[in-house]
């Protein structure tokens, strides 16, 4: 039997790429999911393979919205045993170009978010002995060109995770990291490098593998 057999997991960033691949291989593993995401079209695409599933509309740079989020998971299924921050944004421009609303907006999504989505769901995990999945991204871990916002943020959802294991270790709950490299994804479809880039700088923080699929 599947550890997430009768589990309920709440996957961010589902209306797409590997949100949606993790809501549906939790579905098939026997866990019922609640899916957020900002595109309602695309969840409702990817929920017709989410057997029993629901999901929201949900902006997760909001604190609020994620509050209301955990709290409309655990009303409407039951509870909440597996949260699984997904959701990200990724955008590469030359750090003396960034804007401050550029700067916030890679924190808002990528540290503030996940941020927000445990500190709601805390309650809720430790009632059931729960986990965290935080998907982090090779860029959490060493450091990639034209990318201050998204490493800085990606390095404190490291941080974040090593705090909270440490923090709730009496208290049954898991927490960890994942750290990947490049996927094949709707958001890097839509990628786009700053002007004049020099690609030795983004190539030795290439992945030595390729590209993975969101399935991989």
């Not at 997760?60 to 994620?66: F, P, T, Y």
């Not at 990606?154 to 996927?183: F, Q, S």
Request: aromatic share 6%; proline share 4%; hydrophobic share 40%.
């Amino acid at each position: 039997m599947s550890a997430l057999q009768g589990k309920v997991a709440l996957v961010t960033g589902a209306s797409s790429g590997l949100g949606a691949e993790t809501a549906r291989l939790f579905s098939r593993q026997g866990a019922t999911v609640f899916g957020i995401g900002r595109d309602t079209g695309r969840l409702a695409e990817v929920f017709a393979d989410v057997q029993g599933g629901c999901y929201a509309s949900v902006d997760v740079a909001s604190a609020q919205a994620c509050r209301d989020a955990v709290e409309q998971c655990v009303r409407e299924l039951g509870g909440l045993d597996v949260l699984v921050n997904v959701a990200g944004r990724h955008q590469m421009r030359r750090t003396e170009s960034m804007t401050d609303d550029d700067w916030a907006e890679d924190l808002a999504v990528n540290l503030n978010g996940p941020f927000y989505l445990c500190r709601a769901a805390l309650p809720h995990l430790l009632e059931r002995g729960g986990n965290i999945v935080n998907v982090g991204s090779i860029a959490g871990v060493e450091g990639q060109a034209y990318s201050a916002g998204y490493c800085a943020a990606k390095h404190g959802l490291v941080g974040l995770t090593r705090a909270l294991a440490v923090e709730y270790t009496a208290d049954r709950l898991r927490v960890n990291a994942i750290c990947p490299g490049g996927m094949l994804t709707p958001q890097l479809e839509h990628f786009r490098a700053p002007e004049n880039p020099n690609y030795d700088l983004i190539m030795r923080t290439a992945s030595p593998r390729g590209m993975m699929q969101p399935v991989d």
